[in-house]
Structures are given as structure tokens and as C-alpha cells.
């Protein structure tokens, strides 16, 4: 039996480190975003936010793009103003929640975003925006008489996105301020932190990515400083994600 322990003990000790220094990373979990939040499997409903909200920002530029086409041809340079500022914020929103958000030009756009539009890095000012740019595609389209059964296969689902997206967060809001009184008075706190204490409460990991975002001086989610929780507990009306 000694010479079966001194065995073990051999091969235990001969493993490489590197095999162990593997396993060791396994483990850890995988983070992501701008507050680098883990990512885990429970965020389906953030990843479906996202990629609706790409999706609609796709198809405006679809669109608008079609009716820039069709108007350079019939030189109508007072409309076409109009369709190249619905392009721009259509590639706007759709960079914003871009699958590949790590790309220099994507980070760029989404701080500039944060900075000067702030209002669409909540998903309530972002199907807004949406439902906005949905409508004006369908006015343009039929209005122009650029292509009237293009405005209702583009139009159509980017209204239905944005008009999604309001619900989704008129919907979570009511339900996030009833813990308003359980976080108002945490101190600053980084976005990992913030998520663990809103787990902590039994809340979705999700809904909690979408608060801390909220409520984030910068927009980004990096972090909820207590100015910011301040400003929440001050005030009256609910904090729209």
C-alpha cells in the first residue's frame, strides 16, 4: 500500500502546470460587455433585445438606401435629405446593439451614442427611436411613391419592433421599482457588483444588465455611482430601462 500512495503521490505532482493553469480557466467565467458582465445563459432576453433592435436598424438602412437610389435617379435632391438623415440613424441604432460590439468603429459609435444620445441607450428611448424611423420608412416609401409594397414588408416589422421594445420596458420598469428601496442605498458600486447585489435579491440577471445601464452616469453599464442611485431615489417616476 506504501508503494501504491508513493505511486499516486508521483503522479499527482508530475501533472504540468499548464494542464492545471487550464482547468483553472474553465472555471472561471466568461465576461463580456462594456461593464464586463459574465456571460451566462440566462442572458437570452438582453441577446434578444439586441438583436431585434440590430435588426430593425438594418432595415431602415435597407430602405433607405433603396429610396436614395430611386430619388438620385428622379433627382429629387429635397426628399432625398430626408431619406439620408432616416439612413444615418437607422445605421446608427443598428451599430448600437451590432453582434460584434468589440469592433473599434462599433465602440466608438456606441460611446459617442451615450455622450450625445443618451436616450436611445435605454431600450424604451431605443423603440422610440424605432417606432420613429418605422413610420417615417413607410411614409417615405408610399408617400414618394418610391416603392409602396416595400413600405409595408420594411415598414411593418421595424413599427412592430419598436412598439416590442417600448412594451418589453414599460413592462420590466414597473417591476425594477419595487426594489428601488433596496439599492438606492448601496454606495458606488462597479457593474459587477451591482448585477451580484441584484441577484442577490432574487432579480433576473438580465433585468439587472438593463438597470445598471439605466442608471449609469455614462450610459455604458460600467458602473452606478451614488450621485446616480441619488438621482433615482429622488425621483417620482419610475426608472424606464
Known sequence: SVVVRAGLAYSSASVPSCLVCAGMEQQQPLTGGEGGAPITPTSTMKGKISWASFIAGCIVVLGGLWS???????????????????????????????????????????????????????????????????????????????????????????????????????????????????????????????IKKCEDMQMDRDDAQLLCTALSGDGMGQGVSQQDLDAWKQNPWPMLI
Open 68 to 194: 436614395i437610389i430611386v430619388l438620385l435617379i428622379s433627382f429629387d435632391l429635397l426628399h432625398l435629405i430626408q431619406v439620408i438623415y432616416l439612413t444615418l440613424f437607422g445605421g446608427l441604432i443598428a451599430a448600437f446593439d451590432a453582434p460584434f460590439p468589440q469592433h473599434p468603429i462599433v465602440k466608438v459609435i456606441r460611446k459617442k451614442m451615450a455622450l450625445y444620445v443618451r436616450f436611445c441607450t435605454r431600450v424604451f428611448g431605443r423603440g422610440v427611436a424605432i417606432l420613429f424611423l418605422g413610420c417615417t420608412l413607410v411614409a417615405v416609401l408610399w408617400g414618394y411613391d418610391i416603392a409602396p409594397p416595400l413600405s409595408i414588408i420594411f415598414g411593418l416589422p421595424v413599427v412592430i419592433i419598436g412598439v416590442g421594445l417600448i412594451v418589453v420596458s414599460v413592462t420590466k420598469s414597473r417591476k425594477l421599482g419595487q426594489s428601488k428601496s433596496n439599492l438606492v442605498d448601496g454606495g458606488s458600486m462597479s457593474s459587477d457588483i451591482f
